[in-house]
């Protein structure tokens, strides 16, 4: 069965501080993996796209990298600010018309 | 306008009420989609257009639920007899290309709540 499991469920940090979040998935045939925040009340934006033969990108203080062999996701946030508080949803998608795969997300809270 | 916008931002409806959910895409965005979002998850897959065309409805959960988009551009669900676990969130994205595989840019959602 196709699926986009993240983890943790939830993260509480401090603001300055880095934290990374983890996204597995079992989707196949694989086209892209992304990843989008969420606010509270709005709709998903997206923060990086990446293909089958990109292992990582950045934007801004958003890392995020892919290990298609193991079928594994990162999202790395560096330095943390008030406004990362978000829902931080993985989307993986597969070709041949197959339809796109959202994780339940993770809800990351940064404390002052 | 600069992104997607729906409206109603908030409905309620009394058990069995018939509503609707306006999406405008991004002008010239080939692709809409229509998710719902239940509280603490992630968006699941109700709907997809391609221009004026349905192309996938795999996701609607019953026959109650209904869309359209008659022009290629502004889209409408539609659900009928709205039962509690019909509340969620319903987003509307839309993208520049044809298919799933690309960006989605989302607007900010509907949320539904039945009495």
Not at chain 1, 70 to 96: E, M, R
Not at chain 2, 22 to 45: K, M, N, T
Not at chain 2, 92 to 115: I, K, M, W, Y
Request: aromatic share 10%.
């Amino acid at each position: 069965k196709n699926q986009v499991e993240q983890s943790p469920q939830s993260l509480i940090i401090l603001e300055g501080k880095n934290c990374t979040l983890q996204c597995n998935y079992t989707v196949s045939p694989f086209s892209n993996l992304r990843w989008y925040k969420q606010d509270t009340g709005r709709g998903p934006v997206s923060l990086t796209i990446m293909t089958f033969s990109e292992n990582t990108k950045s934007n801004g203080r958003y890392t995020a990298t892919l290990d298609a062999d193991t079928k594994q996701s990162s999202l790395h946030i560096t330095a943390s600010q008030l406004s990362d508080s978000a829902s931080y949803i993985c989307v993986v998608s597969g070709g041949g018309g197959f339809k796109t795969i959202f994780g339940a997300g993770t809800r990351l809270f940064v404390k002052a | 306008g600069a992104g997607v916008s729906q409206s109603p931002r908030y409905k309620v409806a009394k058990r069995g009420q018939d509503v609707a959910l306006r999406c405008d895409p991004i002008s010239g965005h080939v692709s809409l989609f229509w998710y719902q979002q239940a509280l603490g998850q992630g968006p699941e897959f109700l709907t997809y257009f391609q221009n004026e065309a349905q192309l996938d409805k795999s996701g609607l959960p019953s026959d109650r639920f209904f869309a359209e988009r008659p022009e290629g551009s502004v889209s409408t669900l539609k659900i009928q007899r709205t039962q509690q676990e019909d509340s969620a969130v319903y987003l509307c994205a839309s993208s520049p290309d044809p298919g799933h595989n690309n960006e989605q840019f989302f607007g900010p959602g509907t949320r539904l709540t039945v009495l």
